[in-house]
């Protein structure tokens, strides 16, 4: 990547605010971090966590660790995982707190070497590692270890070159995947000061953005505040979005609202990494995924993947892999030939009575109403149906509960099976969407 980065140096590789760095000015800024974190005493063979998001500095810094053998573990402010519990589990031996614009303390940890088996290979070796953090389906923390060279592998070859916004957050894998995406095209990265639809559309406008990488819960809010229809969106030529089911609905909306720009589904996951995909042309959530390095097979209806980027592993919960190396993805799919179209993860799944039930199916249904802002869907323990389904429901303005709740059911009732109608609607005001841009579907 650096002997890219010097065939373009006077090519934009960051813009943050009115501040442009190019590809010569970041590469003499790592060699800078490099100096800093061997003055710092932080040197090959350590774990380093950083909290921060996207910044030409903080990006520096990130190369400045990996060339010098650390491994590393980013975390955002709003991290999935409390930050004690992602530092212990880490075993992190220095913190630096990069969270601030142009402040930074480090804070050194523990002088003791990991000890988790994961963790004492890569530092063995001073082989640069990646962890990253889930709270998992129960709640329960595991931090996901990858051999950061193995990662970085898959962009030896240069891809198109896009101005696109770091949306997903810097500890999640898709976020450091884009930034590697991006970076390894010789593209732009555009940093933004929060990721509110009017933030984001202010800053494709104004830096004439071609590629926005999201999520199907961020580009439903996106629709619903109409902000689109205040800035000159027209540089947009794609717009991907992946990490949960897409409602056909907002896809729908989407392609209307959008329909000069090519809308691609993604497909990947911490533990194997980001497939390669191509949408079907016919505006449906049907998908193709795999490529080089990836295999996948459905079994019993389940997505399983074979990856030469996969993890090495977990750290807090057993290893996941298969003896032949296959992941199970908990994705239920559907398949005609080599397309999918994923209906929803296995530990979402509502049990109704025996009958199975998908949030996304009943979100989509929902978000076909007029004034509805969001919606999530999740279950309700109940001592006769084993659980019954509970819709919280955000609107555009404001609408009388009990209104809402009828208009919802008659809806529901008109285009779903009766054991899908939730039971219960909730106008709900709080959150529907995590600091990830991802459905809440618990209870809380």
């Given at each position: 990547m650096l002997e890219r980065f010097a065939t373009a140096p006077a090519a934009a590789a960051f813009v943050?605010?009115?501040?442009?760095?190019?590809?010569?000015?970041?590469?003499?800024?790592i060699e800078r971090e490099r100096r800093w974190v061997r003055e710092a005493g932080i040197c090959g063979g350590q774990v380093v966590a950083i909290v921060a998001d996207y910044s030409p500095d903080v990006y520096a810094l990130l190369l400045a660790l990996a060339l010098e053998g650390c491994v590393l573990v980013p975390l955002s402010t709003q991290a999935v995982v409390e930050r004690g519990t992602a530092l212990d589990l880490a075993e992190a031996g220095w913190l630096i707190d990069a969270s601030r614009l142009g402040e930074r303390t480090i804070t050194r940890l523990t002088e003791d070497a990991p000890a988790h088996p994961l963790l004492a290979r890569l530092t063995a070796a001073s082989t640069p590692g990646l962890v990253l953090f889930s709270s998992g389906s129960t709640g329960t923390p595991k931090g996901i270890v990858h051999d950061l060279g193995r990662v970085a592998e898959k962009f030896r070859r240069q891809g198109r070159r896009h101005v696109a916004i770091c949306f997903l957050m810097i500890d999640h894998f898709g976020g450091i995947n884009t930034l590697l995406?991006?970076?390894?095209?010789?593209?732009t990265v555009v940093t933004v000061p929060d990721r509110s639809p009017r933030?984001?559309?202010e800053a494709i406008e104004r830096q004439r953005v071609t590629l926005l990488p999201t999520t199907p819960s961020f580009l439903t809010m996106l629709l619903a505040s109409q902000a689109p229809t205040s800035f000159d969106l027209s540089s947009l030529e794609v717009i991907s979005y992946g990490t949960e089911v897409m409602p056909q609905t907002t896809l729908d909306r989407l392609g209307t609202a959008f329909p000069d720009v090519r809308l691609l589904q993604t497909y990947g996951l911490s533990e194997v990494g980001?497939?390669?995909?191509q949408s079907r042309a016919d505006g449906s959530r049907w998908v193709r995924v795999g490529g080089a390095g990836f295999e996948t097979r459905v079994v019993n209806g389940i997505l399983w993947v074979r990856s030469a980027y996969a993890m090495l592993g977990y750290l807090g919960a057993p290893d996941p892999f298969d003896a032949d190396g296959w992941f199970c993805t908990q994705d239920r799919v559907e398949q005609e030939g080599e397309w999918l179209r994923i209906l929803g993860r296995d530990t979402d799944l509502i049990n109704v009575a025996g009958q199975k039930v998908y949030p996304a199916e009943i979100e989509n249904c929902i978000l076909e109403l007029e004034g509805i802002e969001d919606v999530a869907v999740h279950a309700e323990p109940h001592p006769l149906l084993g659980a019954i389904v509970v819709a919280r429901v955000r609107t555009v303005g404001v609408e009388e509960a009990a209104a809402l709740k009828l208009r919802v059911r008659k809806h529901c009732l008109a285009g779903l099976a009766p054991y899908k109608v939730p039971t219960r609607v909730v106008a709900w005001?709080?959150?529907?969407?995590?600091?990830?841009?991802?459905?809440l579907r618990r209870a809380g």
């Open positions: 943050a605010g009115d501040i442009t760095v190019t590809y010569g000015q970041l590469t003499e800024w995406a991006i970076t390894s095209g010789l593209g933030a984001i559309c980001v497939l390669r995909s005001e709080g959150a529907t969407v995590s600091a990830r841009q991802k459905k």
